[in-house]
């Protein structure tokens, strides 16, 4: 992947077709120009099927063949997912596909004519300029086992969305119905409390069992310690004392049955997915010197690499710090210098899974934590908590990334850099 703009300014030549395509749900636009911005034949209107596909194909390499050219850059904006098919189909034909930032297509539209009109026959030729500009980025589409690792991923940040969803009604529920119960029962996601939502949830439920017979469904259950007759006693007692909803409790017991099949489906359904995510990790190399970091885990490195991809692909892990959007940037202008905040320009997902993982390592890795100390009580440039967190989750990128490419374990020393050589030299 390029990091420079000349590098992309390069690619394209004399002998290089460049197309813009402005893409929606069921019809696409794409025009045509060469390195110098004229505009090639006439604008293609194609449909998203497979015919379509093949008829931009053939205006494709008529337009090669009528201009001389011998390679073809295909700029998109990538709206929504509709775009991913046909950029598949384009790469299966040898077409390098490139995508367009939309800010910069807006920011850019009235530079054509003038205009803050907005159709998709224009958004197509302002596409094709930035291409001609060097105004793009190659897409991080993932292939083979990375593709399985980022739909397994995606899949699993929606379950564990929707598993949030049931925990938080079943939560509503007992503090509806049964608001002693977590008096009780710290967690209600416990075994034995789990069997006496099964089996017996209303307080009206329990007044109706003895004690013995409660400990016997949570014996029957698989729990054989850490609940007797005592947590019985106290489970009968919130139940009398209880100030919970006593209208509607048949609706109520049939509410929770469904709360409780949800959650028990999707905890299984998480089980069987993560599993087979390790699976896939196993596969690729470098991924378990990854998770040799003492913190970091397998939702951490599945989730970095489903985001990331290949890491061969990349010169520098910067190029990653890029992509997660946690590059710097700076508003100065004159004597006026402004505050140095990172970009936000990214893949949301990934700069979110990183910071999410360096906020538990500055507690458990003492390396990340002597680091983080380091930024913060530094006697030049100090951080504050929350610039050290970033610039360690930038940290994190390089550790990640070398480990990953090189396929060696993680060496606390070498984490430590210059703040172990500093060390160093004070017991010196």
């Not at 998109?76 to 297509?105: C, D, K, M, S």
């Not at 003895?210 to 029957?220: F, G, K, N, S, Y």
């Not at 949301?348 to 890795?365: D, E, H, Q």
Request: glycine fraction near 6%; hydrophobic fraction near 35%.
């Amino acid at each position: 992947m390029s990091i420079t703009q000349n590098t992309k300014i390069r690619r394209i030549t004399e002998s290089t077709l460049v197309i813009g395509a402005d893409i929606s749900k069921k019809v696409h636009v794409a025009r045509a120009c060469d390195v110098r911005g004229i505009e090639l034949g006439s604008p293609l209107t194609f449909k998203n099927e497979r015919r379509g596909f093949r008829g931009l194909k053939k205006w494709v390499r008529t337009l090669m063949l009528k201009h001389s050219c011998d390679n073809v850059v295909f700029g998109v904006e990538p709206t929504g997912h509709y775009w991913i098919n046909l950029a598949q189909f384009l790469r299966r034909e040898g077409i390098r596909v490139v995508v367009v930032n939309p800010f910069h297509v807006k920011k850019t539209k009235e530079l054509e004519d003038n205009s803050p009109t907005k159709n998709d026959r224009k958004d197509a030729r302002v596409i094709s300029l930035l291409v001609k500009d060097g105004r793009y980025s190659e897409p991080n589409i993932p292939e083979d086992i990375y593709a399985d690792l980022r739909v397994g991923m995606n899949e699993r940040d929606r379950l564990s969305v929707d598993l949030k969803r049931v925990q938080a009604r079943i939560h509503n529920w007992l503090e509806r119905y049964f608001p002693e119960f977590t008096e009780v029962f710290k967690d209600w996601e416990g075994k034995a409390a789990l069997v006496c939502l099964h089996k017996f949830p209303c307080p009206a439920d329990v007044e109706q069992m003895t004690a013995l017979d409660i400990v016997c469904e949570w014996r029957q259950g698989g729990i054989s310690r850490g609940v007797g007759l005592s947590k019985a006693n106290f489970l009968k007692e919130m139940a009398e004392q209880s100030i919970g909803l006593t209208e509607g409790l048949k609706m109520a017991h049939r509410e929770l049955e469904i709360l409780l099949g949800q959650y028990d489906l999707y905890q299984k359904q998480l089980d069987q997915l993560l599993s087979e995510v390790e699976q896939l990790l196993s596969e690729i190399p470098g991924a378990q010197n990854m998770l040799s970091v003492p913190g970091v885990g397998l939702v951490t490195v599945a989730g970095f690499l489903a985001e990331v991809g290949e890491l061969t692909r990349y010169d520098n892990p910067r190029q990653i710090q890029k992509l997660a959007g946690l590059n710097l940037k700076e508003n100065s202008s004159g004597e006026h210098k402004g505050q140095t905040t990172i970009t936000k320009r990214g893949r949301p997902r990934l700069r979110s899974l990183l910071f999410r993982c360096v906020i538990p390592l500055l507690a458990k890795n003492t390396e990340f934590r002597l680091q983080h100390e380091y930024y913060t009580q530094r006697t030049e440039n100090p951080l504050k908590k929350m610039q050290s967190a970033i610039a360690l989750s930038c940290r994190l990128i390089r550790v990640l990334f070398a480990l990953g490419r090189k396929e060696v374990s993680y060496d606390p020393v070498k984490m430590l850099g210059p703040v172990h050589l500093e060390r160093t030299q004070n017991v010196a």
